[in-house]
């Protein structure tokens, strides 16, 4: 599908075109989203360069995301997508800068593109200035990319808050937690790390692109404003990466914990047989005395050698417990 969005006033708001008549020179933005061959085709004639296929946007070599075609600069990064919908994936996305115009080619519906429609859609939006070009879209778009990558992080350390407090709790009564309970900590710590991966390359492929953006506004070709921009964004990049690094720690610490709290558990529970086994020993021997089969035992014709045995075993029981219990092993 492809949307033009034409500049009117303060905004930008989508409009038909017809693409045998060609792109109104109005247009500031199109968004190709999963393009047909013949709103490619409408593109790369509008450009005069060709654009990148859904296969050579996967490539990573440097030298494929990054470059210049007859002045028309070409930028691809993998960025985050569906994570509002608990099934988040990453998915590449090509910008291209041609002079006043912005073009964007994708396969993925993020969050932050419909965040950042929705802005320019209205006046007194901070982003369409009069001498809105190229690279100023393409920083709004990026800023709404990033505070999209942002408010994630929060989601995610909110998570792991909660998986936090439940680990260093107890359940009501202040029964310890089980099995069922270790499961469901080891499987949020788990998809909690596999999110925050996915969303450590999308701030990579962002922060790359600020970075390819910037050495071609050294030669001045973006004003003084974009440059500041820009500046503001590789911070703000920075601090998010510096963040992403934060919660990764935290991941590897609940994982070590569970590690250790599942080892305590199995300890207990060695405890316990190991415990059983030693109080039951001296009743066991005891037992095993007097089932002996000798025909000269003067225990079985002692009239109280049953009610002696009995006593002698529950005694052999009850000491090795005391013991245990002073030594403070229980």
Not at 17 to 36: C, E, K, Q, R, S
Not at 128 to 138: G, H, Q, R, T, V
Not at 170 to 188: C, D, H, I, K, V
Not at 266 to 273: T, Y
Request: proline fraction near 5%.
């Amino acid at each position: 599908m492809l949307t033009a969005y034409l500049k009117e006033g303060e905004c930008l708001l989508p409009a038909n075109i017809d693409l045998h008549a060609g792109v109104p020179d109005g247009v500031a933005w199109i968004d190709l989203n999963t393009p047909t061959s013949e709103e490619e085709h409408a593109v790369e004639r509008l450009l005069g360069v060709g654009i990148p296929n859904r296969e050579e946007m996967r490539e990573i070599e440097e030298s494929s995301r990054f470059y210049t075609e007859n002045g028309v600069q070409f930028m691809t990064a993998s960025i985050l997508h569906s994570s509002h919908v608990g099934s988040p994936g990453i998915s590449p996305i090509t910008f291209i800068l041609a002079g006043d115009r912005l073009v964007t080619l994708r396969y993925s519906n993020p969050k932050a593109f419909a965040q950042f429609q929705t802005r320019i859609a209205k006046p007194g939006n901070g982003i369409i200035a009069p001498k809105c070009d190229a690279s100023w879209l393409f920083l709004g778009l990026i800023e709404a990319i990033t505070d999209r990558i942002a408010d994630i992080l929060e989601n995610i350390a909110s998570g792991l808050d909660d998986t936090s407090a439940m680990l260093f709790s107890t359940e009501p009564g202040g029964r310890p937690m089980g099995t069922p309970a270790f499961r469901e900590a080891l499987r949020s710590i788990g998809k909690e790390g596999a999110f925050l991966s996915k969303v450590r390359e999308s701030l990579a492929g962002v922060n790359r692109m600020l970075v390819y953006l910037s050495a071609g506004a050294g030669n001045g070709k973006a004003s003084k404003e974009s440059r500041a921009w820009m500046k503001s964004l590789e911070r703000d990049t920075q601090s998010l990466n510096d963040y992403v690094g934060f919660l990764s720690n935290k991941i590897t610490f609940l994982l070590d914990t569970v590690v250790g709290l599942v080892s305590v558990e199995q300890n207990a529970i060695i405890k316990i047989f190991s415990v059983a086994a030693v109080v039951f020993m001296p009743p066991t021997l005891v037992a095993s005395i007097y089932g002996m089969n000798f025909h000269h035992m003067p225990e079985l014709s002692w009239l109280a050698g049953y009610p002696w045995a009995l006593g002698l075993m529950l005694l052999s029981a009850v000491l090795p417990l005391l013991y245990f219990r002073r030594k403070g092993w229980l």
